[in-house]
């Protein structure tokens, strides 16, 4: 079985655990060490069997933890070389870089795929994520679709996928006028309408989770975010589930088929 859950989705701290048969990866680590406990005790994870972490990025909502973590548990880190020059984590017992057009990582029995995306960070990826004949994307922290991650993205039996921000709530929300540009423009983070675009244009028919994550606080409501994909796809709403900042995900999964 190939399963995932949310240990946290926001600005305020990211990490997804990934599971397939016994290979566990954590991706990001926005938390600190203690929380990061407390977070896995509520999905019935030790930390210590964790086997990898992947770090999309170095923003530090993905990061925060990740050197701490890395010490406590001895457990190998991967991330792009841009990501690594671009923040101090502190030595990392075992530290693997990759170029995100190398191909598939091997851990354990995952195989990891980084893909390239438009982000204001110095190496972004995100990753498709294969166990077996089943396959995970995970999609948050860009700020517009490219024909590459559309192409990357097909033939998914999962998707979490980032809605950060409603254009209407931005524009008229707290944000000082330079962070709003950012957030909205192409390498900051994307809206309601471009995930549904997303979705439209990928085989979203095989999908048995579209989990959204990544939603801004300030700029955006849970039900707007599911009521524009609900729009753009009317039969995905059986298969919808919405991630919240502070709370940990149930775990999602996808049975051999
Ligand atoms: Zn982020
Ligand atoms: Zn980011």
């Not at 995932?4 to 954590?26: K, P």
């Not at 851990?107 to 995306?117: A, K, M, N």
């Amino acid at each position: 079985m190939l399963r995932f859950a949310s240990l946290g989705s926001g600005s305020r701290g990211n990490a997804t655990l990934v599971q397939g048969g016994d290979t566990l990866v954590l991706v990001d680590c926005g938390f600190p060490l203690k929380e990061l406990r407390w977070r896995c005790a509520l999905v019935g994870v030790d930390p210590c069997a964790i086997d990898a972490i992947f770090v999309t990025h170095e923003h530090g909502d993905h990061t925060r933890g990740v050197g701490p973590v890395a010490r406590a548990l001895g457990v190998p880190v991967w991330m792009g070389h841009g990501t690594w020059l671009a923040r101090d984590y502190g030595a990392l017992p075992d530290r693997n870089l990759f170029n995100s057009h190398d191909g598939s990582i091997r851990v354990g029995e995952l195989w990891i795929e980084p893909v390239t995306v438009p982000h204001d960070a110095r190496d972004p990826a995100q990753f498709v994520i294969e166990y077996r004949d089943r396959r995970l994307g995970l999609l948050t922290d860009l700020g517009s679709h490219t024909p590459y991650i559309v192409t990357r993205y097909r033939q998914l039996d999962a998707l979490l996928l980032e809605c950060n921000h409603d254009p209407v709530m931005l524009s008229n929300g707290p944000y000082p006028p330079a962070l709003q540009a950012r957030v909205s423009g192409d390498y900051g983070h994307l809206n309601n309408d471009q995930a549904a675009d997303f979705l439209r244009r990928i085989d979203h028919a095989s999908l048995h989770h579209l989990v959204v994550g990544h939603l801004s606080e300030k700029n955006n409501r849970p039900e707007l975010a599911s009521q524009t994909l609900c729009r753009a796809v009317p039969d995905i709403a059986a298969r919808l589930a919405l991630l919240v900042q502070d709370q940990v995900s149930a775990w999602f999964e996808l049975g051999d088929s």
